[in-house]
């Protein structure tokens, strides 16, 4: 088993009504980060090898995964996003987003890491144990801040860059990937550019 290093955890005891859990800075080295369910991680090979053996295809598309690891491939060139976390029992819809994609992920152990393959930095969100469907809204997909923010409250505070909202939900999808926006990653990229 991997030992990651948790720098914050989230708990949710039960699952009710849509429920904001969790806002917090990822640096996403690599233009990448981890949504991982660690009960099934065996080895290093099980976080990492979707993208060791990534495709073309795999990259057109902006995610890969393995059993335990959905790995999500970010655009903003500074690599800082904020990420919230909700929870709830029922799917709230995409609201403004750009992109939204769906995974099922078995949290046996009722633990989820959101992380960046390179950083120390790990998110755990601790919920009740069982098969959750993850799904990623993505908005303002490209946009940073003009000058760098150091201080994690003021950049939390910005809508307008390029970030991420994780929502779980109890029970499994049947068919995985981009529910809405642009099936192939490139076309994000040029989307952007018009903007």
Known sequence: MLQE???QTFHVEEIGDMKHVARFRLFADNYQFY???T???TSPQEIFGAVMNMTEADSERG????????TLFTVEDCNDHRIDVF???EYDGHGNAQRVLVHSLNLS???LHIFCGTDDFNTEIQVPSGVYSIYTRVFNIGKGTDDFIEDDQQFLAHDDIERYEIVLIPGSIEKEGVI?????FRDLKISTQEN
Request: overall charge positive; aromatic content about 8%; glycine content about 10%.
């Open 5 to 7: 290093r948790i720098n």
């Open 35 to 37: 949504i991982n369910a």
């Open 39 to 41: 009960n099934l991680v």
């Open 63 to 70: 995610w890969v995964r393995t059993n335990s690891t959905i």
């Open 87 to 89: 929870i709830g029992k």
């Open 109 to 111: 152990r009722g633990k």
């Open 180 to 184: 809405f926006g642009a099936e192939k």
